[in-house]
């Protein structure tokens, strides 16, 4: 029984982190990858496709890296559908008691990981429900750099073995921003769904002010699942309060997201986003194993506060 991996893959969310590993894959500074996969939600910003697209053209192709595409559906249509069965937000509730609560998250487990076990296993020559032979696994590349190391997990499937490259060389996410720009990349997006709850007001200003369709969008949902999502209500599970995108609990197009966080005033050297998220507990976008919205804000978020 051999204890090499059958191939390496690099889970591919086209975020900055990821896009640097593809990178470095690509320039033959880190061994090369067979395969980068990306996880489409079906609500990703434009910015992200075109990134996408690019990085598969400019990058991965002429190294001879394919990039694999898996969906599990749509994360927008299907939590408005009454009759799809849907992997909840993790949306913010304002019960009817008055007390803020949360729903659960499942959607980075269905529409992430959920397809890129399914791909693996496809690759492999296992497709599901297909026994994988014991000492059968690929590695997996994640993006996780040296600020968020705590974040760093192995999978749970004995033929899916994570490394974090990036811990390995040490950099940190201004070293992996530093990097892309260098290669004319600089303008690497967030990768994220365009409505999740976990934005910090910066990047619903940024969606705002620089894509009004994807406002328009982003605010005609967060109306739409103000009860809950659809399957839930079709089938008498209603939601005892009211579902919100934003923090705050507010409808979008109300909510205080032009109030600048604490960490925004005190930002010297990084830029306006970079302040939000750090102060939101959100260093980066949607990771399939490290999805980075477990916390909770402070009340500066909502702009309740002196």
Request: hydrophobic share 35%; with cysteine.
């Amino acid at each position: 029984m051999s204890d090499q991996p059958r191939f390496r893959v690099l889970s591919l969310g086209a975020g900055v982190q990821s896009s640097t590993l593809l990178t470095l894959s690509a320039e033959g500074i880190i061994p090369k990858v067979d395969y980068a996969i990306f996880a489409d939600t079906g609500w990703e910003p434009k910015a992200v496709y075109a990134h996408l697209d690019r990085l598969e053209r400019e990058i991965a192709k002429p190294a001879g890296i394919p990039v694999l595409r898996v969906s599990s559906g749509n994360i927008r249509r299907d939590a408005l559908d009454p009759h799809h069965r849907f992997a909840s937000m993790p949306l913010h509730i304002l019960n009817k008691d008055g007390r803020p609560g949360m729903t659960r998250r499942q959607c980075t487990g269905e529409y992430k990981i959920k397809p890129i076990k399914q791909k693996v296993r496809e690759l492999l020559g296992y497709p599901y429900p297909a026994r994988i032979p014991k000492g059968v696994f690929v590695e997996q590349w994640v993006g996780i750099s040296t600020d968020e190391f705590h974040r760093a997990k192995d999978a749970d499937v004995q033929y899916m073995r994570n490394r974090h490259p990036l811990l390995d060389l040490d950099w940190t996410r201004a070293d992996c921003t530093r990097y892309l720009a260098s290669l004319g990349l600089a303008g690497t997006p967030k990768s994220s769904c365009l409505g999740c709850p976990f934005h910090g007001n910066a990047q619903w200003r940024h969606i705002r002010d620089n894509s009004p369709d994807e406002w328009a969008d982003v605010v005609a949902f967060d109306a739409a699942i103000r009860n809950g999502n659809a399957r839930a209500n079709a089938t008498g599970n209603q939601l005892l309060g009211e579902a919100f995108l934003h923090r705050s609990r507010l409808p979008l197009d109300r909510a205080p997201i032009d109030h600048v966080t604490a960490a925004e005033r005190a930002a010297q050297h990084i830029s306006a986003q970079e302040a939000d998220e750090l102060e939101s507990g959100v260093a980066d976008g949607c990771s399939p194993w490290a999805c980075r919205g477990d916390a909770e804000p402070s009340q500066d978020d909502f702009g309740l506060t002196a």
